[in-house]
């Protein structure tokens, strides 16, 4: 057994800007993993089936292998890793999560507009009709024909906007002022940035701008409109201060606020039509049911399932922030249980201190812990189904298994039986239902 201090140099190559260091990092916790050498929690029902990585933004700078490395170690049940605009990541954490044995789910979010609460904040508070949106279970970062042409306008909106959030920011912040393409771009693998490159490219142009700490304090004492004990104290913790910096100048309210309109983002149905034709799950992104598009949950979850979404998501940490936090969460998981709709849960990583993982066990989400996991167990199943074409919304799926409530049971079924390698192992999968459930339950492992 490898010790973990010898595992050191191999866990910072995991974090390397070079893909192929990284590709070689892998490779050989793989190998030690295979002949059992690697320190590893055992096997239990965590799992984060919702982690931004460094393509878009991740609060620890974990990239792809990173995180199916701590997922590893640490025992998951399953991990799936997710990023703003792009599919940058998919094929890396995929290979990764494969090397490694692991079941894993691969995604993407963005924001979209939904013409039927055009009057009403959803999840992304203070823009009404906006909402937050999610495809999950890609079974690859390659994008079909059909659907290129939407991706790179994803892509491209997406740069746009935050270029121009840029340029007014500047304004606010002068005399700090960043060049997009030599301040912000090298701290992405791919270009995509987002709101957070920014406040962290901003607080370290701020640090070459003024070398004196008292004149750096006084600078964001003004222009955050804090005082300059205050400004001082910010100086001393990053996190707090890339925080003050997003809410003062990018969020509603701040200089570089760009107010969206119904045609800033995606239709739903255009996004949802681009998750399907990929061969993933239009899932719907839970904020904490306090808003008034989230407040009848009933006709939020009707709306988006006629729009084709199959999954929900939600970020348990932040729904526990008081009593009525939590009888909304409550509430919205038994709304889906009611409609046989898998509940997905994950911690997002996409700002530090966020946690790595959620404590399913602990109150008040263990009564909710079969439902997190038969959630989990349907999306890896999806997963490894997807590479025949078989996925949670393939023709296949809706012919053999058109009601939710089996369809759950058999991608459950999947996805707790089987891994990537002992699916591979399965030379020959028929098209009925029944003969594939005899393999699985013939199948020892």
């Known amino acids: 057994m490898i010790s973990r201090e010898e595992l050191k140099p191999l866990e910072q190559e995991l974090n390397s800007p070079d893909r192929a260091i990284r590709r070689n990092a892998l490779a050989e916790i793989a190998s030690l993993w295979r002949n059992r050498q690697l320190p590893a929690d055992p096997?239990?029902?965590?799992?984060?089936?919702?982690?931004h990585t460094c393509y878009s933004y991740n609060g620890y700078g974990f990239t792809p292998a990173q995180i199916a490395y701590?997922?590893?170690?640490?025992?998951?049940?399953?991990?799936?890793?997710?990023?703003?605009?792009?599919?940058d990541a998919v094929d890396e954490f995929r290979s990764c999560a494969e090397q490694l044995d692991m079941n894993y789910s691969c995604g993407i979010e963005t924001r979209v507009f939904v013409r039927e609460l055009?009057?009403?904040?959803?999840?992304?508070?203070?823009?009404?009709?906006?909402?937050?949106?999610?495809?999950l279970g890609f079974p690859t970062g390659t994008i079909p024909p059909c659907a290129k042409e939407f991706a790179n306008k994803l892509r491209a909106t997406a740069?746009?906007?935050?270029?121009?959030?840029?340029?007014?920011?500047?304004?606010?912040?002068?005399?700090?002022?960043?060049?997009?393409?030599?301040?912000v771009l090298p701290l992405t693998p791919a270009g995509n940035a987002t709101e957070r490159h920014l406040c962290r490219a901003y607080r370290e142009k701020a640090e070459k701008q003024f070398s004196d700490r008292e004149a750096r304090a006084e600078f964001w004492a003004g222009k955050l409109k804090i005082s300059t004990d205050d400004g001082a104290k910010l100086l001393d913790d990053p996190v707090k201060l890339e925080a003050k910096i997003r809410s003062v100048t990018m969020k509603q309210g701040g200089a570089g606020y760009i107010a969206p309109t119904p045609t800033s983002f995606p239709a739903l149905e255009e996004f949802n039509q681009f998750i399907i034709s990929c061969g993933a799950i239009p899932t719907i992104a839970w904020l904490h049911g306090l808003s008034a598009g989230e407040a009848d949950v009933d006709r939020l979850l009707d709306l988006h399932m006629e729009k084709g979404a199959a999954m929900l998501n939600l970020i348990p940490d932040r729904n526990l922030g008081s009593a009525r936090c939590i009888a909304e969460l409550d509430r919205v998981i038994a709304a889906c249980n009611e409609r046989d709709l898998p509940v997905i849960i994950g911690t997002e990583m996409n700002a530090p201190g966020q946690k790595l993982v959620d404590?399913?066990?602990?109150e008040p989400l263990r009564k909710h812990v079969a439902t997190f996991v038969h959630g989990a167990r349907i999306l890896a199943g999806h997963t490894l189904f997807s590479k025949l074409g078989r996925g949670?919304?393939?023709?296949?799926?809706?012919?053999?298994?058109?009601?939710?409530?089996?369809?759950?049971?058999f991608y459950a079924q999947l996805g707790e039986r089987f891994t990537p390698a002992r699916f591979e192992n399965v030379s020959d999968w028929p098209e009925e239902v029944g003969k594939i459930r005899m393999i699985i339950d013939s199948t020892n492992f």
């Open 359 to 362: 404590d399913i066990n602990a």
């Open 392 to 409: 949670y919304l393939s023709d296949w799926a809706q012919q053999e298994l058109p009601g939710r409530l089996k369809r759950n049971a």
């Open 70 to 87: 701590l997922a590893r170690k640490s025992g998951w049940l399953a991990a799936g890793i997710i990023d703003f605009d792009v599919l």
């Open 118 to 135: 055009a009057d009403a904040a959803i999840n992304s508070p203070g823009e009404p009709g906006i909402a937050y949106h999610l495809g």
């Open 43 to 51: 096997p239990g029902l965590l799992h984060n089936l919702h982690c």
């Open 159 to 183: 740069g746009a906007r935050v270029r121009k959030m840029v340029e007014l920011v500047n304004a606010a912040l002068d005399p700090v002022r960043l060049d997009f393409d030599h301040d």
